[in-house]
């Protein structure tokens, strides 16, 4: 149930990634409006992929799965911080969220079993 929602914010959050360096001069009211549905599409798919694992874990171990992969979500955003921070002064602004492209592209290879089986059902 939960796995078109997820998907469908990851593959928005990734095209904002590589949208950005072209949005990034945009007039003000144009590049406000993307950073709003970048905003609401990247906050919004770590709570999808939490029911999704609360859907499709094991009931005995649901507790133990959402603890270890909001742990690694956490530890991903961290590195991601770092990373961008570490690059902006070799990239500078317009350029720096490229760097965030390979996420979503991961996570949407990662699902590709999920869609697969809500697709078939």
Known sequence: MWVWPAARQLAI???CC????????????VFLSFLL???IT??????????????????????????IVN???FLITIFSIQLASAMLAQFGPRYIFLLL???PMIGLWMLRPLLAAKQAA
Do not use: M
């Open 71 to 73: 742990s690694i979500g």
């Open 37 to 39: 549905l970048w905003g």
């Open 101 to 103: 492209v390979p996420g």
């Open 42 to 67: 990247v906050v919004g798919d770590s709570p999808q992929f939490s029911a999704l694992n609360a859907e499709n874990a094991p009931r005995e171990y649901v507790g133990s799965a959402l603890t």
């Open 18 to 29: 590589l949208l950005s360096p072209l949005l990034f001069n945009s007039s003000t009211p």
């Open 13 to 15: 959050s990734g095209a």
